[in-house]
């Protein structure tokens, strides 16, 4: 059964699974119905960052129009443009054992394409989450349940990998950004 998380919770990922490698992360989402004319668009993202949290260069940005890391290490499935469906509404997998040395974080993010034109935010999303899938095993490992405590934020910072000497462990974050993807972008240096 997976660990279930609450925002700022850490658990370790790695120490008491050894010789897991290679995980789905998957996002889900459903939107509020309203009639604000313009369809739900939502985006999710990697950021590989360095030990002060920044962003190497625009490599280091995995998203929809670069799905894959150079290193391999990070690799988004592609881009939902509904959200409709059960389950993970997006992926990004991470092959653990490929991730560059200096890399000490992998941020896992969330945005609503045009989210300003469209007066769309994450006031009118519900059952966000976050989830960890052993893909060898197929099993899901943690869960992490965004609840609905954002109201104008166009972005989120849903949680994050990071080394912790030669393990990895998991951080459950849930910060909310106003600005979509440009503030992500600039928080994490590019």
Sequence with gaps: MAVSLSKGQKVDLTKGNPGLSKLIVGLGWDTNKYDGGAEFDLDASAFLLDANGKARNEKDFVYYNNLKHASGSVFNTGDNRTGAGEGDDEQIKV????????????????????????????????????????????????????????????????????????????????????????????????
């Design 95 to 190: 092959d653990l054992s490929k991730v560059p040395a200096d890399v000490a974080k992998i941020a896992f993010t969330v945005t609503i394409h045009e989210a300003e034109s469209r007066k769309q935010n994450f006031g009118q999303v519900s059952n966000a989450f976050i989830r960890v899938v052993d893909e060898q095993s197929n099993k899901e490992m943690l869960r992490y349940d965004l609840g609905e405590d954002y109201s104008i934020e166009t972005a989120v910072v849903v949680a994050e990998l990071y080394r912790n000497g030669t393990e990895w462990k998991f951080n459950a974050i849930g910060s909310g950004f106003q600005g979509g993807l440009g503030a992500l972008v600039r928080n994490f240096g590019l």
